[in-house]
């Protein structure tokens, strides 16, 4: 099979996959967003937007550390994934005291302490089954990864609309998603033994050293992308409020929605890929690279400019609650292939081990979207959001893209 039919294979199987979760997770999102109030859905929000800020740290970015050097055959591969499950054990307890900490700190209610603390249980959980699917994507059988996060996301959902059903309201969703979470876990690493895939569970300190020292910068580049992602959801509901935040959280779902569907699953099964060919064949690497960004502007574009135009479609699916998100759509939608192309371009860094340039375009993003919603939210509103939003990832787009280009410059 050629890097072409492979990368095809598993863009296929990454994609039905993504096309599963997202369906039944907007269909989700759109029960929830009929269901809550306003104010509740809007402190549903806060609560993901504050888990997805600091879902970084059990992973630390070892998990494509971990991928790229098992696609490379670099390192023992049980050691490897042994030091990986460590390391991501450890690195989800201190997760889960920075999390209340901040909770605490930044005055947050006792309930949305609570449901941060459930939270953090689910995050961990998710972080330890994470180590399986490592090893799938970094081997390219990427089958087994996209019916386990399949699996996973409808035992997800399915018992948070239990939780819920029964009467619990959003206690019983977030914890719904806990008992999920942990019957996923357990399916998982059952088809991992079943597979007798080997496992040393044995600290070796040049593999747990070389992970942390590469991974580092990745895990905290992987923060400054998320601060700069879900930071404008926490900063409404600070400066303005949760039925803000439930409003604006309405219209931002597309945007993700739409690159985890189309964009995720191409990027997930090119990065093994083109990890390969930087060490094999480094003309067909730049070639292959163009190839990838031509692909994600082929369909980010067009999505965008139709997402824009039927972005009326908000108070059809959501309620005429939320038809204030119809305009903030048709802004925030732009920042999808600027986003997209620059999911390429930082994993080219990340392969070429440059992932301190990536750790420093982050931390510029974060500056950047702080500053803008700082100065945009108070004039704008909702929309301040959006447009800061969208002129954060074309510049990091920018930027991102001058360093990959001198970056993979041919040696004259």
Known sequence: MNNFQRVFKNTSFLFLSELFIKIIGFLYFIFLARSLSIDVFGRYNLVTSIVAIFSFLPDLGVGLVVIREISKKTYNIPLLLGNALILSSILSFVTGLIVLAFGFIAGFSDEVIFLLFISILTLLLSQVRSIPLFYFDGVEKMGYSAALKAINSFLFIGFGILGFKLGYGLTGIITGFLIGSFISFALTWIVFWLKKIEISIKLDKQIAKHLVLHGLPLGIAAFSSLIYSNIDGIMLERLLSEEALGVYSSASKFGPTLIQLLNVPFVVAVYPALSRLSSEDFTRFRKAIYKSLVVVCAWSLPASLMFSVFAGIIPI????????????????????????????????????????????????????????????????????????????????????????????????
Not at 337 to 344: D, E, K, Q, R, T
Not at 372 to 378: C, E, K, M, S, V
Request: charged share 10%; with cysteine.
């Open 317 to 412: 699916i959501f309620g005429e609650r939320y038809s204030l998100a119809t305009p903030v759509l048709r802004v925030l939608i732009f920042s999808v292939p600027f986003l997209s192309l620059s999911a390429v371009l930082y994993k080219v860094l990340i392969i070429q081990n440059k992932q301190n340039w990536y750790l420093l375009v982050s931390i510029m993003g974060v500056i950047i979207n702080v500053v803008l919603n700082l100065i945009l939210i108070p004039k704008m509103s909702i929309m301040g959001a959006a447009v800061a939003g969208v002129v954060t990832h074309a510049t990091l787009f920018v930027v991102y893209f001058f360093l990959v280009k001198r970056c993979i410059q041919p040696i004259k």
